[in-house]
């Protein structure tokens, strides 16, 4: 009697780990279809993603010139979001500014957003001035934020209409800051 004992106790437990790693298995494969289905991105999407549509908006420049999302059917426009208490936002910003003085069409195509109190943000917007139509919101609920679905920082994007519809999508979302922009 005890070998039999013995022996469904063994198998009780081998169910039991199957169970488990089962478990975990299924766990794996749920984070796994969750990762493939943001494109592979690992970390949650932090404003608009490649092809999706920009919603309308407008608002006003730091130099008074009006901006909406018609201001961006009009061939590729490079699109960023900082935030000035954001470090990576602080490292990224000098390559951003070289690359926007080359990006084609000057600074009618380029539109960056700063995100923040004035007196934290009022170094960034004049650095971002002389190559970009800037932007100044003080939370990631103003008309430009909303727009883009901003949730995080630094974002840089380039934005073009659908030949579809016309309507401003973003056609690259993943900007190397450190190739220089070819000449068209």
Same mark, same amino acid.
């Given at each position: 009697?005890?070998?039999?004992?013995?022996?469904?106790?063994?198998?009780?437990?081998?169910?039991?780990?199957?169970?488990?790693?089962?478990?975990?298995?299924?766990?794996?494969?749920?984070?796994?279809?969750?990762?493939?289905?943001?494109? !592979?991105?690992?970390?949650?999407?932090?404003?608009?993603?490649? !092809?999706?549509?920009?919603?309308? +908006?407008?608002?006003?420049? #730091?130099?008074? #010139?009006?901006?909406?999302?018609?201001?961006?059917?009009?061939?590729?426009?490079?699109?960023?979001? +900082?935030?000035?208490?954001?470090?990576?936002?602080?490292?990224? =910003?000098?390559?951003? $500014?070289? +690359?926007?003085?080359?990006?084609?069409?000057?600074?009618?195509?380029?539109?960056?957003?700063? $995100?923040?109190?004035?007196?934290?943000?009022?170094?960034?917007?004049?650095?971002?001035?002389?190559?970009?139509?800037?932007?100044? #919101?003080?939370?990631?609920?103003?008309?430009?934020?909303?727009? +883009?679905?901003?949730?995080?920082?630094?974002?840089?994007?380039?934005?073009?209409?659908?030949?579809?519809?016309?309507?401003?999508? $973003?056609?690259?979302?993943?900007?190397? =800051?450190?190739?220089? $922009?070819?000449?068209?």
């Amino acid at each position: 009697m005890t070998p039999l004992i013995a022996a469904l106790v063994f198998v009780g437990a081998l169910c039991v780990l199957n169970f488990v790693l089962s478990l975990g298995m299924i766990k794996r494969l749920r984070d796994q279809a969750e990762i493939l289905n943001r494109n !592979g991105r690992t970390s949650p999407p932090i404003a608009v993603g490649m !092809g999706d549509e920009i919603a309308k +908006f407008a608002t006003l420049t #730091e130099d008074a #010139e009006p901006v909406d999302d018609e201001s961006l059917r009009h061939g590729d426009t490079l699109v960023a979001f +900082f935030s000035p208490t954001c470090r990576p936002c602080q490292e990224k =910003l000098p390559k951003f $500014v070289d +690359f926007a003085a080359s990006f084609p069409g000057g600074r009618e195509q380029v539109l960056a957003t700063v $995100v923040g109190e004035p007196e934290a943000a009022a170094d960034m917007l004049e650095r971002l001035r002389p190559v970009a139509r800037v932007v100044h #919101e003080t939370s990631n609920e103003g008309a430009v934020s909303t727009a +883009f679905d901003l949730k995080g920082f630094p974002v840089v994007l380039v934005v073009a209409p659908s030949v579809e519809h016309g309507r401003p999508i $973003v056609t690259a979302e993943r900007i190397d =800051l450190d190739v220089p $922009v070819p000449a068209r």
